[in-house]
């Protein structure tokens, strides 16, 4: 029996242990005061560039990040604040990056689509649509023939189904039988454009997953121990040279695409009927049910919104990058020449 | 010394390494089993076992993307494009995210990869088989990129590449694949960033890459004994990093610069070349610089239309005659 059916069958689904529940609920709280702050330092006009949000999304991130081993690695797309803290990447760090200043994760170089913390495992936030998944392969590759039993995980949007490196990468994953989970995080919307108004199949991700041989996993987004139950029985598979998975997440984003989008053409009444599935609502309401008390929960989100005020404290203190910067680490030895 | 053709010296650098590190694995398309189409990796599945050279399906951005992931997580992955035509298929792969990652990250990831790929004309494929597409490379921040014209050279460098802690392409030229030449016994390692000065003249300076290495030096013989043009020929071998002290050097010497291109003419490597030259040793100059290069076409595949588009040891005789008159 798998762990989903072990805990449907359990009720309460208490196949999860309460640490582990205040750590997936802690993690989504973070990452929702967090995403919210970088949207107020937007309006502010501290935050250039543009910044694709993952508020409503959280769930997804928060169980992969608990359920995964320091040694693993993530690989996610320039929607990738939140799969990047929940690695454990420091907020002050990521922040600073939106913010353009030295005390960023990659000092100003990368900005928001960017996000990587090798340290934490994080290795990278991807800008162009795919182009991750084969080089999360790639890593899988090499913990397979070191036989280090990590796994990577691949996060990415259901647009990305439409695009070569999708399929180039699942098939290139299975054939090797590679150690890495791909987490298709299905928002309804591609961009502006719904999903399903321009893909053949009805699931995305789960429905292309018989061309590579794998098993079709369609799982509620929104709901962390869903998909915690999900994440550890995949990865547990792959670690053990069970291949790789595809896992298709059912969310919804709460903001439109961009910092640009307003997400007009979303349907009346679309968002007000997803505000009712919010992942951190849904949460909150369980552990409650489960006999958390009330006031565990509120200090965990005080505790949150506080370390989101002092790490953007720490940020905007940062200073601006120094110009030396323009022309260091293009190689290896920190330079930028191409010539002698 | 040992006399190897181009391809078998391709093979012992990657052998070599392979020998040496056990974190260089090698991966592409019909590279195992097969050998590779141009035959350049014959023997190293035997050599090294399937668990190290693996054969790939037909998906560019897996083999480079696959390539990138293995650099940054511990391996030191070769991977190679059959043709240098399909970096198209892979340019994201290659411009975007492995050029990009170590600045964008400032430095965190590190990516120790090389990619082969046989490149150039002379063998009538058409227009999407026989590109010289090494300037495609040197116009991207964060790639280094080499184009051996010798056996000698192509295993050194791969092996130069190998051991670089940055990523970087090599472009072999298909049509040098059968030549022969002498190379070192033993460990070869060559340096990236050196050009080579081939042969010592007064009047010309001319500056080639890969199959118009071997077509200057013809070039060159001939303009001495019939003609009593004397011309100093450098192989440039490393466009990134390139070696611009030899060349501004050899260009003061003679006062000439001739530069020799299989890529099309508009933004070919003898432009950027061309550029430096005039900007750093233009009082050195008696004369225009000249750029013989492929015209702006794609590439005709018929014997006689091919032979005439890229740059022949006949045309680079006259143009350099004409010019030095």
């Known amino acids: ?340 | 010394m040992a006399e190897l053709t181009y391809r078998e010296a391709v093979a012992a650098g990657i052998a070599q390494e392979m020998e040496r590190d056990e974190l260089v694995v090698f991966l592409g398309e019909d590279v195992a089993a097969a050998g590779g189409v141009f035959k350049s990796t014959v023997g190293l599945l035997e050599r090294f076992g399937p668990k190290r050279v693996r054969d790939c399906p037909i998906s560019e951005q897996a083999i480079i993307g696959a390539a990138m992931g293995a650099a940054m997580t511990g391996l030191k992955p070769i991977a190679e494009i059959m043709f240098s035509d399909f970096l198209a298929v892979c340019w994201d792969m290659v411009a975007n995210e492995i050029a990009k990652t170590r600045y964008m990250t400032n430095g965190q990831i590190q990516l120790p990869l090389v990619i082969r790929t046989a490149n150039g004309a002379g063998s009538r494929f058409g227009a999407q088989h026989s590109q010289a597409v090494e300037n495609w490379a040197m116009a991207v921040p964060g790639l280094k990129v080499v184009a051996p014209s010798t056996p000698a050279d192509v295993k050194g460098l791969v092996a130069a590449a190998v051991r670089d802690p940055d990523p970087v392409i090599v472009f072999e030229q298909k049509s040098l694949y059968a030549v022969k030449g002498e190379v070192p016994d033993g460990e070869h390692v060559d340096v990236l960033g050196k050009a080579k000065v081939l042969r010592e003249g007064k009047d010309c300076t001319v500056v080639a890459l890969a199959l118009m290495v071997p077509r200057a030096l013809e070039a060159a013989a001939i303009l001495e004994k019939e003609h009593g043009i004397s011309c100093t020929v450098v192989d440039v071998r490393s466009l990134v990093p390139l070696d611009t002290q030899t060349i501004l050097a050899e260009v003061a010497k003679t006062g000439r610069l001739v530069t020799v291109e299989e890529n099309p003419r508009l933004c070919g490597w003898g432009a950027e070349i061309a550029s430096i030259v005039a900007d750093e040793c233009f009082w050195s100059l008696d004369g225009p610089i000249v750029r013989i290069t492929t015209p702006h076409v794609p590439l005709p595949s018929a014997d006689q239309l091919e032979d005439a588009t890229i740059p022949s040891v006949a045309r680079i005789v006259r143009e350099i005659r004409e010019k030095m008159d």
């Open chain 1, 1 to 340: 029996m798998d762990a989903k059916a072990k805990g449907k069958k359990a009720g309460a689904a208490d196949d999860i242990g309460r640490e582990t529940r205040l750590e997936l609920y802690r993690l989504q709280v973070e990452l929702r005061h967090c995403e919210k702050r970088a949207h107020d330092l937007f309006l502010q006009n501290l935050v250039k560039g543009t910044s694709h949000l993952s508020l409503g999304q959280e769930a997804i991130a928060a169980a992969f990040g608990v359920a995964m081993r320091p040694d693993d690695w993530t690989f996610c797309t320039y929607r990738g604040h939140a799969h990047t803290l929940a690695r454990g990447a420091s907020m002050s760090g990521v922040l600073g990056e939106l913010m353009g200043r030295e005390c960023g994760l990659l000092g100003g170089k990368g900005g928001s689509m960017h996000l990587t913390d090798v340290s934490k495992g994080a290795m990278g936030s991807y800008a162009i649509i795919g182009a991750h998944l084969p080089v999360a392969a790639g890593a899988a590759w090499s913990a397979q023939y070191r036989g280090t039993e990590q796994v990577a995980v691949c996060f990415f949007g259901d647009g990305t189904t439409n695009i070569g490196a999708f399929h180039e990468a699942l098939n290139f994953a299975a054939v090797w039988k590679l150690p890495v989970v791909y987490v298709c995080e299905n928002n309804l919307y591609m961009e502006y454009t719904p999903i399903a108004s321009v893909t053949a199949v009805e699931k995305p991700a789960a429905d292309r997953a018989a061309a590579y041989g794998l098993e079709s996993v369609v799982v509620d987004g929104n709901d962390a121990d869903e998909v915690y139950r999900t994440a550890v029985k995949y990865m547990e598979r792959a670690r053990k040279g069970g291949g790789p998975a595809l896992i298709e997440a059912v969310t919804y984003r709460h903001s439109g695409h961009s910092r640009a989008d307003p997400a007009k053409y979303r349907p009346e009444g679309e968002l007000e009927k997803w505000l009712e599935r919010d992942p951190l609502k849904i949460y909150r309401a369980r552990l409650l049910k489960l006999g958390v008390a009330e006031a565990t929960l509120k200090d965990i989100e005080d505790e949150s919104m506080r370390k989101v005020d002092e790490a953007t404290a720490i940020a905007k203190a940062s200073p601006p990058p120094a110009l030396e910067a323009i022309e260091k680490n293009v190689w290896a030895d920190g330079g930028a020449a191409w010539r002698n």
